[in-house]
Structures are given as C-alpha cells and as structure tokens.
C-alpha cells in the first residue's frame, strides 16, 4: 500500500520551519534592495539625481521617488496575487525575487543627472515602480505560503519570520550602507553609493536558489487539481471579502510608523540636529536586532492569546514612544536614542510586525488569501510612502518642529488599532474555515471524466512520511492511522494530520463520507503517553490540547460528510473520544473501549465534555468514570458504535455503510449532518474546549496528576491523596 507524503516535493514543501526559513531569507533579500532605495533617497539620491542648485527641494524629490514605489504596490498586489492565486504561492515568489533584484542591480547602473540631465530621474522613477510592483506581492506571498503549512497552534510563530525577513533586510542594507556613507564625499557621490545597489546581484542569485526549493502548498495545490480556484481573484475578493479588505487597508495605516523612523527620522535627525549619520543608523541596527529577537517571542503570545490584542498592544504602544523617540532626537542624548529605540522598535512596533501577517491572512479565504491581503495592505502603504514627503511639508515652515508629526503618526496608529477592534478573532479557528465563503466555481469531476481521482488512489499530503494513509475508494475516504507500532497512539504531527486528511475529505466534492482505521492490534491508543508525560507547564498543555487535539476533533464533528469509526481492536482514551465525536461506527466483537486517564490522576476530558451531547448520560457516565474495558456489546448498549460484526467484517461493514450514505446527494448529506450534530459542534464543543482549559490550568499540574505520572513511571498502582484508598499500598 502506497505511503503518503513520500514524494520529495510533498518532503520539501511541508515543513513549516522550512517554508518560514524560506520565507524569511526571501524577505531578508528582497527588503534589503527595498531598504538600500530608502537610505539613498534619504542620503544620497538628493545630490545624484537631481539639480544641485534645487537645495532642500532635492530632498523633497528624492524622497518622492522613494513613495512613487507605494503608489506602485497595489497594482503589483493585483497582478502577483493573481499570480499566487491561480498559478501558485511558489512560483509567485520567484517572479517577484528575479523583478526585484533585476531593477535594484540597474539602479546602480544608472548615469547621474549631472551626465544625462532630466533621464536620471525619469529613469529612477521607471525602476522605482518596477519595484514597487514588486513588493506589491512579497510580504503576502511569503505570509500566505507558510500560513498554509504551519500548525494550527502556531501560525503566528512561523508566519512572524517573513516580517523578521523584513527586518534582516532593513538590518544588512543599513550594515552595508555603513562603511558606504563614510567614504570622502566625492567618492560616496560619485561610485560609492552604487556599490550596495550591485551587490543585490549577488543578494537575488542567493534568495532564487532558497526559493526555487520550495513546494506549493498541499491545500492551494489540493484546490488548483480539483479546478476549485477562482478565475478572476481580485473580483472575487471585492464580492466576497470588501470587508475584510477594508479593514487591512485601515490596520495597515501603521506602517506609516515604519516609516517615519526609518526614513524620515533619521533625514530629520542628520539634517535638523546634526546627529551623524552612523549614530543614527546604528540606533537603527541595534533595535531592529533586538526586533529579530522579540517578534518571535511576542509571535509565540499572539499564538495563545490571539492575534487583536498583540496588533493593539503595538499600536498603542507606537503612539505613546514615538514622541520619546522624537524627543531623544531633539535632546541629542545617543544614550536615550538608544532607549526609545528598543520601546519604539523592539517592543511596540515589534508587536505589530509579529501579529499582522497572521492576523491579515486569516481574514481571507484559500482561494483570494493572497490577493486580499496584498491589496489590503498595499492600499493601506499608499500612505505609510508618503508620510515622511508629507512630513517634510508640514515641517517646511519650521524643520526643527517635530510635533505634528508625531500627533499625525500617534492618531494613525490609534486609527490603525480602531480598526483592528472590528475584526474577528481568528487565532483559534480552523485554516480551511477562516474567511468568507467561495461558491465552488471548479466542475465537478465524475469518476470517468479526465482528470478524476483513480479508484485506489493514495494521497499525499501528509507532513511526516509513514504517519498517516488515506486512500480512495469509489466515494468513500479510507484513513488509517499511522505508528502501528505504537497502537496509532497520537502524537503532535498525527493529530495535525487527521484533522488535515478529514478537512481535505470534507472539501472534496466527490467524496460522500470517510471511515477511519486502525489495525488488528488497536484501533488508536489516544495521545502518545511520552508527548504526554512530556508537558510541564499550563501553556505547554494547552498548546497540545486546544491547539492540536481539538482541531483534529472539531474536524470531525465539522466534516461536510459522515464520519464512521471502524473499530477491529482497542479504542483507548483519545482513541474511545475519535469514536464518540464520529457520526457513526462499526465494532469488532473483540473491540474495546477503555478511558484510562483517572489511573494518571487526569479525567477524559472530550469524553466527558461531549458525552451528554452524543450519548445516554448513565452509560456514558459509566464509561467515563471507570477505568475498566468496555467491550463491543456495552459500547453497543450506550450508542457510542451502532453496529457490531465479526472482526473481520468490520472494515467491510464501515465501507457497506458508507456506501449506502453515498446513495444520497452530497448536499442532503452535508445538511442532515449539519442539523444532526448541531449541539455538538456548539455548545458540545465549547465545552469541549472549557473542560480542556480547565485540565491544562488546574488538573496537569495539581497533586492527582503529578502523583500519577510518577507512578507510571515507576510502574506501581498511584496513591492519590483525593482517593478513598489513598493509604492502601498498591499491589
């Protein structure tokens, strides 16, 4: 039988670490020739391409040609979200790797006004925009690619190094551009500035070989062979998801604090307060360094806590720092630059840096992910360009005055997290239900038609090769788990696993209902007793609990299609909970059911949660309570299976089942379902989850617990001080 995940492009292309490294070595490259463009127009291009007898205006104009990219970027955020959208997130990020690189390279290229006049800055500008088209698609496509391969429980930490890609590249354009803006002036004006410009040669010739080795996403690549994708992204995503676009658009008004202290702050800091140059990109360095650090970690919290009250935090925190940023810069105080730096950059607007990408790509569906959140935000940027050219017209009258431009970028940023308020949480909700529904625009394929699924056929999209199996029969989904030889006991990548196998079966239109296996010697022994014994702290626990298990579980109850358990051998603890949140199920005779977890001082959470939603609350009060088998007859009598058979019937009997299912129309299906499992999916499931957190916050660490684990450990019958038979020495 054939192996999911065993290809080497399902190798490559399903390791979230290593679509987050990707993505952020890409971004590290990409915004490093962004970067190099904002220092020069900030430093340098003033002088080089423009009139030299144009004074201060020449400032004004080069940073004109740094805010034409912005203007740029949503028509890139248009066309390469089309891209990304109906061709593929991989394919995208080359193109706009190879058009960025190609313009940086010839920007260094380009003859001085003071050699070809007026076509120095014409030139400029052409390349500025190609650039800007360019950016137009990176943050999204990075953001979006890993999105689609990272652990439910942590989008945000993975999505969070693109945006740390954003800022390694801010970091080596500001470390080169060093020792270039200490060269003799006339050197600097004249080759010297070029030389980080040629360099991006060798920056693009990198970041194409890290790019090129990257894999599709297996839902995008699901969704693009099952002709699911819609023609026209960007109309799709104005009729769809108007709203959400909106509301990126509002939340990305904060970049424009980006920009004020990468750009106009430091013209205003060299030009108005003679602070040298090298201070004030150093300041720059050690506080974009220390965001490297801090955008992870705050990252890991938008992952527990969600992802509004992280982008607020940072929004808020911006308005208040900014002013001490400014004020350092009047005080000429290096030792305070340095201090509002790390509050400004390491802190506050770090926390925005880390939540944005997972908090904007959530709001969108699969199918316009890309093309929504590069719109939205390069709308939103349209603003964040032209800030410091606006700066320095409001400061015009009196360059030494930086308070309106602190109030204008604090109202911003208090808009920005406005805005945010008005969004949903998503932090917590399944990736294939995030954003708004998409008619299914692709046709359907019959089993006879080009381009069907083969009776028998294999899937593979799984994360780790051996872990899980899914195969076809007819319009019947066949899983079976993996690790046989851990009873399919359940670990942090199978729970991941089942719930993506049930959310793929429960997307196909073929499909009519999915039967779950395990084997001869156990059907699933639950959560892998090592993972277990493994988790230390509260935040440990519910991050493999509400991040992994429920998933998987809430997958099931959700499915478009019946769930039927095929049960041959023992269900144990998560394994006993699979069967009750199933729709239905099929027991060998020497099937059992056992909820061992008050033997380790812990109780069956799910099971007891959800119990009272599925079944008679006496029979399943017995099986919850006791830590005794329950065989196929009592599991029978309490409706947690519905059908007992031989052993070796049963595997027939689950697909005969599913078949008759299968005679139904697949709407009529998904609504019977819906309507039949309404209580468990709401309020079954939010109970599911409260039982969850209270086990993670209050049971894991309390005395049963501790007690418990030691005594499995030691191989000895627990001493729980809470038990009747506490003094009794075990056997």
Known sequence: MARRGNTPAARRGNSPARAAMASMAGGTLEYYDNYIYALAAALVFGRVFFPTEAGGVATLASMATFAVSYAARPLGAVLLGHIGDRLGRKRVLVTILVLMGTCTFLVGCLPAYSVIGVWAPVLLVT????????????????????????PP???????????????????????????????????????GWRIPFLLSALVTTAGFIIRAKLAEPEAFVAAREENALVRVPVVEVFRSHWGAVL???????????????????????????????????????????????????????????????VFIAGNLGCAATLFAYFAAIQARETPLLFLTGFCSVTLAYAAINASYPAFFAEMFHLKVRQTGMALGIQI?????????????????????????????????????????????????????????????????????????????????????????????????????????????????????????????ASADPQVRAVVLHGSDRAFCAGNDIGEFLRLSTAREARDYFLGLVVPAMEAIVRCEVPVISAVRAGAIGGGAEIVLVSDLAVAGTSATFRLPEARIGVWPTVFAAAAPYTLAHKPAGLLALTTAAADSGTALRCGLVHEVVGDDLVDDAAHRLALTIAE?????????????????????????RAALAELCDETLLGPDATEGVRAFREKRGPGFASSVSASVPAD
Request: aromatic share 6%; net charge neutral; glycine share 6%.
């Open 153 to 191: 429980h942590r989008r945000a930490l993975f999505t969070s190094w693109s945006a740390n890609g954003i800022v390694g590249g801010f970091v080596l354009a500001t470390l080169v551009f060093i020792p270039v803006s200490a060269l003799p002036e006339e050197q600097l004006y004249t080759w």
């Open 247 to 309: 509301r990126v658009v509002l939340c990305s008004l904060a970049f424009a604090i980006d920009t004020v202290i990468k750009v106009f702050a430091l013209s205003f800091a060299t030009t108005e307060y003679d602070i040298a140059e090298s201070t004030m990109l150093w300041v720059l360095i050690v506080s974009h360094l220390g965001a490297l650090v801090t955008q992870p970690l705050i990252a890991l919290l938008a992952d527990r806590v969600g992802r509004k009250p």
């Open 127 to 150: 390349l500025r925009i190609l650039q800007g088209i360019s950016v137009g698609g990176e943050t999204a496509a990075a953001t979006v690619l890993t999105i689609e391969v990272a």
């Open 380 to 504: 939103g940027l349209i603003a964040a360009g032209f800030a410091p050219s606006v700066y320095l017209a409001l400061t015009a009258d009196d360059p030494k005055n930086w308070l309106p431009v602190a109030i204008i970028s604090a109202v911003i940023a208090v808009a920005a997290a406005l805005s945010a308020v008005t969004a949903k949480e998503t932090a917590f909700t399944p990736l294939d239900q995030l954003g708004e529904p998409i008619a299914d625009t692709g046709a359907r394929r019959h089993p006879h038609q080009p381009g069907a699924r083969p009776e028998g056929a294999v899937s593979h999209h799984n994360r780790l090769e051996d872990a899980m199996e899914s195969r076809t029969r007819g319009p019947v989904i066949h899983i079976t788990f993996g690790r046989p030889e851990k009873l399919h006991a359940m670990d942090a990548t199978g729970w991941t696993d089942l719930a993506e196998s049930v959310r793929r």
């Open 664 to 688: 139904g129309s697949r709407d009529a299906i998904r609504r019977t379902k819906r309507f039949t499992t309404a209580r468990l999916r709401t309020e079954g499931m939010a109970a599911v």
